[in-house]
């Protein structure tokens, strides 16, 4: 039972341009979102997070927006560059948890 | 270097051996969660634990594994009598406070390989 949905597992984007991640979840109860992005052989590490009484978040590069009634959330960076190029993990909790319930991710490749 | 310290990097383990995962935690974090990744596939909860206490196990498997964060010492996943399904990435985090809310800072994993 996936609950949390990255349909697309790879994608290339020249540089400059921007990247657009998506994710969809199933579970309602969900209310906070976080995108990890992950090098090989390395652990993931933290990114941008969104509260479900947000419907946007911002850190530099990174935009985080969400669509409750959709259940869907994606993850834009602009400009791309390359070290971006990444696996991304789109990940999800209720409020009551402390677990992370992550999806299958997307690799994303910054082309020059 | 004060990030979560995980060892081995690397393990190997023939079938029916014991596996003993280390891990440990960022200074000040008394929080600590085990995830599995295995190939092509995101990363899954295991098991969350408080010093000495665990607060959920939902996704432990019911047989041969096991986890402690005892009061001294780091965190421990153990998976006894391994078969060639263990074979995956673990990854422990922690966090200072519980709550999702609280960023979990990983570690770089341990590759499980089973012979």
Redesign the interface.
Known sequence: DQQ?K?NSPSLSVQEGRISILNCDYTNSMFD?F?W?KKYP??????LI?I?SIKDKNEDGRFTVFLNKSAKHLSLHIVPSQPGDSAVY?CAA???S?????????TRLSIRP | NAG?MQNPRHLVRRRGQEARLRCSPMKGHS?V?W?RQLP??????MV?LQKENI??E??MPKERFSAEFPKEGPSILRIQQVVRGDSAAY?C?S?PA????????????TRLSIL
């Open positions: 949390v990255q906070y976080l990890y052989a390395e652990g993931p590490t933290f997070s509260s993990f909790s209720g409020s948890a402390s677990k992370i319930i992550f999806g299958s991710g | 979560v929080h969660y995830y092509e596939e995101g990363l899954k909860f969350y607060i959920d939902s996704g990854f985090a966090s519980a709550g999702a809310r609280q960023p979990q800072h990983f570690g770089d994993g």
